[in-house]
């Protein structure tokens, strides 16, 4: 039972430098998103999806896409890294698109130089 | 913006004691969710209440919802030293549309004292 997994678990980039967060998830669910997580803040929305195809924006969603090819995968990128996007991000899914428990995976944390 | 807001921020107790948590929110709400999230770890649901709902009960868990106040409290009963960890509401305020955002507050930390 992987349930949601989060690739890289650490990443230093340079200011300037894209890449991809990957997250995967295997219990079918339609509900997929992404969060920041801040000392200080609690958690951001950034991304979310209701399902293949469909992706919509956040409470923070500047420098970051999103897509949805299929139903088990949604990768967060990071355009152009900033400082300001250091943080540990989350992904999270439900089976429910109205409401319901989300599964989180354990975390990515980024570091921008 | 944030939803939810619990308070205390930090809560420190000896294990077998009580603890409770609040989580005070501004808008109208379906649901009101509690997640635990153990140090490096990503979050755990632990329990929903619905806006019709007062009371609920799992294990050593017992959550309200005050709907009037806009308030509701986790209470965690003979606490253990494996309870440690931050506390975080999460409400899921209707957006005016079909989309499904969940807000969180900024979290609980609470230890456990062995």
């Known amino acids: 039972n992987a349930g949601v997994t989060q690739t890289p678990k650490f990443q230093v980039l340079k200011t300037g430098q894209s890449m991809t967060l990957q997250c995967a998830q295997d219990?079918?669910?339609?509900?997929m998103s992404w969060y920041r997580q801040d000392p200080g803040m609690g958690l951001r929305l950034i991304h979310y999806?209701?399902?293949?195809?469909?992706?919509d924006q956040g409470e923070v969603p500047n420098g970051y896409n999103v897509s949805r090819s299929t139903t088990e995968d949604f990768p967060l990128r990071l355009l152009s890294a900033a400082p300001s996007q250091t943080s540990v991000y989350f992904c999270?899914?439900?089976?429910?698109?109205?409401?319901?428990?989300?599964?989180f995976g354990e975390g990515s944390r980024l570091t921008v130089l | 913006s944030q939803q939810g807001e619990e308070d205390p921020q930090a809560l420190s107790i000896q294990e077998g004691e009580n603890a409770t948590m609040n989580c005070s929110y501004k808008?109208?709400?379906?649901?009101l969710q509690w997640y635990r999230q153990n140090s490096g770890r990503g979050l755990v649901h632990l329990i929903l209440?619905?806006?019709?709902?007062r009371e609920k009960h799992s294990g050593r868990l017992r959550v309200t919802l005050d709907t009037s106040k806009k308030s509701s409290s986790l209470l965690i009963t003979a606490s253990r030293a494996a309870d440690t960890a931050s506390y975080f509401c999460a409400t899921d305020a209707p957006s005016g549309g079909s989309n499904y955002k969940l807000t969180f507050g900024k979290g609980t930390l609470l230890t456990v004292n062995p």
């Open positions: 219990m079918n669910h339609e509900y």
């Open positions: 808008t109208s709400i379906n649901n």
């Open positions: 999270a899914s439900s089976y429910r698109l109205d409401t319901g428990e989300l599964f």
């Open positions: 999806s209701v399902g293949a195809g469909i992706t």
């Open positions: 209440i619905r806006s019709n709902e």
